[in-house]
């Protein structure tokens, strides 16, 4: 299991635990329930985003090293790339390096 899954889990298990407390004090409520969604919303949310960038992360460092691996020295160094133009609002040309 990832640290991103391991530790969303814990964070559910804990609001699912303070529902249960707070129920069984007779204080579960409409906001109770919407703050606990919330805090699970925004952690899952944190989750995904560090787990995409994790995974763009090491994918990129995948390709990277198999392009090594190969020897084909014309991989070498970075490589610009034109893309095709597009008329700009004063005009002037639109093609941009990337």
Same mark, same amino acid.
Do not use: C, N
């Given at each position: 299991? !990832?640290?991103? @899954?391991? @530790? +969303?889990?814990?964070?559910?298990a804990?609001?699912?635990?303070v529902? =249960? *407390?707070?129920?069984?004090a =007779?204080?579960?409520? &409409? *906001?109770?329930a919407a703050? +606990?969604t919330?805090?699970i919303g925004k ?5 995904? &985003?560090?787990?995409? +960038? !994790? =995974?763009?992360? !090491?994918?990129?460092? *995948?390709a990277?090293d198999?392009? @090594? &691996?190969?020897?084909d ?8 790339? @034109?893309?095709? =133009?597009w008329?700009t609002p004063d ?5 941009? &390096?990337?």
């Amino acid at each position: 299991m !990832s640290p991103h @899954r391991e @530790r +969303l889990a814990d964070v559910v298990a804990a609001t699912v635990e303070v529902a =249960g *407390e707070s129920g069984q004090a =007779g204080s579960f409520t &409409d *906001e109770v329930a919407a703050a +606990l969604t919330s805090v699970i919303g925004k952690l899952a949310d944190k989750a995904v &985003d560090a787990a995409e +960038l !994790s =995974g763009f992360v !090491s994918g990129w460092q *995948e390709a990277v090293d198999a392009l @090594r &691996d190969t020897g084909d020295s014309t991989t070498a160094g970075a490589q610009v790339y @034109r893309m095709p =133009g597009w008329a700009t609002p004063d005009g002037s040309a639109g093609a941009k &390096d990337v």
